[in-house]
């Protein structure tokens, strides 16, 4: 089951005594377990009802002792337990005492008024353990893994939509350039856009470009983007812009590298039918950044690239030693890619 279908039955009212949420988008966990509150427990009740841990404190012997004791005033309760590292592989270092044969047994037969949600901050659980078979069997065990390409776009759009607003064709992407693949971050920037634009309001490319501030990798990609589609001069501009924000140049040079590296090694990959989800797997990286360096890619040749990453390995060289002075250095660098590019 995903959470799309654990959603779906959690509105018709079917609940299961037990969650565990892992993977690496925690915003989209704690998401998750905000609206499981907000289905389960009445707005009036939560200060009795939502009982929160942490199993770095508290040992999960507590948990299912407070699972077993009948709620007060309220017909059920939630418990929220983050950390829950005893599902994972590798040793806990902490000082607690965790006996998870105690939750095994309690996963046997849960109680009808308690629901537990696990939070579980890795990308997997380890299936070897007893406690992780029992839980699969017994509850619901929901991955929330990075949204794919398309699926992070239409997480935009919906995100827009729901604050009461509209996306104008392009304003997902263009929010994404700008704020990032980070939920929290796209979450608060389209906050605020919607909050500009108004109820009804539309959110556009202006709004975006006048209102969320780009990040430097994100100034990074876009003057690599430049580079690509010959616009030396808005490239120039970029490059001007990150370093009036007092960007050391020689991080700029090994930003503008390892976006150079990453689109050789996608572009390597899918020479190989490795699919986009696989090179993000392979690569470390989100599926929509695989998604833009795969089109980046397609604008040079192999050679080019090894071509360009050995200039900014020379380049590097020559700013780290005082061979060349650091912004001419790098001004050269991109007048030299655009006279190859044009040649």
Known sequence: MDAKAAAKEIKQGKFSPIYCLYGSEKFRMNEFAAFLESELIAKEDRDFAVVPFDLSETPIQAVVEEAETVPFMVPRKLLVVRDASLFTAGKDNAKLEHRPEVLQE???????????VFLVNSDKLDERKKIVKALKSAGTVLAF??????????????????????????????????????????????????????????????AIESLVPRGTEQNVFTLVEDIANLRLDRAVGTLHELLKQREEPIKIAALIARQFRIILQVKDLSSQSYTQGQIASQLGLHPY????????????RGEQLREILSLLADLDFQMKTGGIDKVLGLELFMLRLGAGRTA
């Open 289 to 300: 950044a695989v998604k833009l360096a795969g089109e980046q890619a397609r604008k040079f």
């Open 145 to 206: 893994n990075p949204l794919g390409a398309e699926e992070l776009l239409r997480w935009v759009e919906k995100g827009i939509r729901d604050r009461g607003s509209e996306a104008a064709p392009g304003a997902a992407e263009a929010l994404i350039a700008s704020a990032g693949t980070g939920l929290q971050g796209l979450s608060a920037e389209m906050d605020k856009l919607c909050l500009f634009a108004g109820p009804g309001g539309t959110v556009d490319s202006a």
């Open 106 to 116: 309690y996963l046997s037969s849960p109680a009808e008024f308690s629901v537990i």
